[in-house]
């Protein structure tokens, strides 16, 4: 995924609706994020099952899985971050992505619950697959200003390319909840984008 300026902050609020049949937070880290490596290549999109699906139509199912994979990602590379990060911004990242997105987790999982709605993932869907190669990246790489800086040169374009995804699962949402959840979401990523970007400019990126 390439470096996407910060779209509509209703949108961002998708980034979070989660709501999948996983239950716990072992689950979350299964699903660990989306994307390429944490190197000098550009960051995945955000659900990149979004990467096939953003320009088909999204059902309610659909919105509800991108969510919840996006949601699990970002929380298991926080809990990553929190224990390998050697920079204060980089470990309070970490913290803040942890707490806050496996929060917004449970509340997309009790509103598919409620809604009775099951998360299917869209067609030619590679977000497991991206999580575990991102993952796999990061576990790799050594500790260091290296590590932080390609966590967060990660963490930066895909939480904006999240809020272009969720910009059209906002359109394409059927259930007013769903939306209303989505719509409240979005001050708290935005946060999320605007804390990289001051991580990122003190890590000198």
């Known amino acids: 995924m390439s470096r996407h300026g910060a779209a509509l902050a ?10 999948c049949g996983k239950k716990d937070q072992n689950a979350d880290t299964s699903a660990v994020g ?18 096939a699906s953003a ?28 224990t390998k990060g050697t920079s204060t911004e980089v470990k309070n990242f970490g ?23 099951t998360p299917q993932a869209p067609p030619n869907d590679q977000s497991e697959a991206q999580a575990k190669t991102e993952m796999d ?11 932080d800086k390609a966590y ?16 059209k699962a906002l359109d394409a949402a059927q259930n007013q909840e769903l939306k209303d959840l989505i719509k409240k ?11 990289a970007k001051a991580a990122q400019q003190k890590l000198g990126s």
Not at 137 to 147: D, E, F, I, Q, T
Request: charged residues 15%.
């Open 185 to 195: 979401a979005a001050p708290v990523v935005q946060k999320h984008i605007d804390h």
């Open 137 to 147: 990246s990061l576990n790799a790489m050594p500790k260091g200003k290296a590590w």
């Open 152 to 167: 967060i040169d990660f963490e930066l374009p895909y939480h904006q390319q999240l809020m272009q995804t969720a910009t």
């Open 95 to 117: 913290r803040l992505m942890v707490g806050e997105h496996h929060a917004l987790r449970q509340q997309g999982q009790q509103l598919a619950k409620k809604l009775n709605v």
């Open 10 to 19: 209703t949108v961002v609020c998708l980034t979070l609706v989660a709501a």
């Open 55 to 82: 320009n088909a139509s999204l059902s309610d199912p659909n919105i509800v899985y991108i969510l919840d994979q996006a949601n699990a990602a970002d929380s298991a590379r926080g809990r990553l971050a929190e």
């Open 34 to 51: 989306s994307g390429a490596t944490a190197s000098a290549k550009p960051a995945p999109t955000a659900g990149s099952s979004t990467g």
